[in-house]
């Protein structure tokens, strides 16, 4: 069987991506949870830039499909370090308030491992790894098969005079 994530190849402008996810996920609507205006990377779901599809595992951990278009393209033929940096920030952001912490990315740290082949589907997978007071530490990490194209830990900060869900 072939790995879901790991599909590539050169759609014609506007062809579906499959985005499925693994068994035993559940689709989700992430971004529904923020509202329409903070969508940056998951606002185009058919352009060149992004595309992106959110689940929540078994665990209820969030994981994301993600194909990088040729809008997203730094090193020839490959995805721009700061378009990973942006996807980091809207899914490991969007983790914490899936998780039930409405918060502000306070600080994003990225480590980039492998060069991303555009036109490549990834899975981004998160985990709130701690919540003390207003702080809330979420790790995560793009990858396909064994491949880890970047590492990401964020330290997010909950909105004062804002329900937790």
Known sequence: MVDQCCTSHAPSPFEPVDLAGDAGWTAFDAPGLVGESLRFVSGDPAGERFRIRY????????????WFGPETEGPPGHAH?????????EVLGLSAWAAGYPIVVGNLNVSFRNLLPLRKVVTL??????????KVMVHGRIFCEKTTYAVGECLCITIPGRQEN
């Open 55 to 66: 689940f929540l595992d078994s665990a209820q951990h969030l994981k994301a499909r993600i």
């Open 81 to 89: 370090g700061g378009s990973m940096a942006a996807v980091f920030d």
């Open 125 to 134: 997978e998160s985990k709130i790894v701690s919540a003390e007071g207003r």
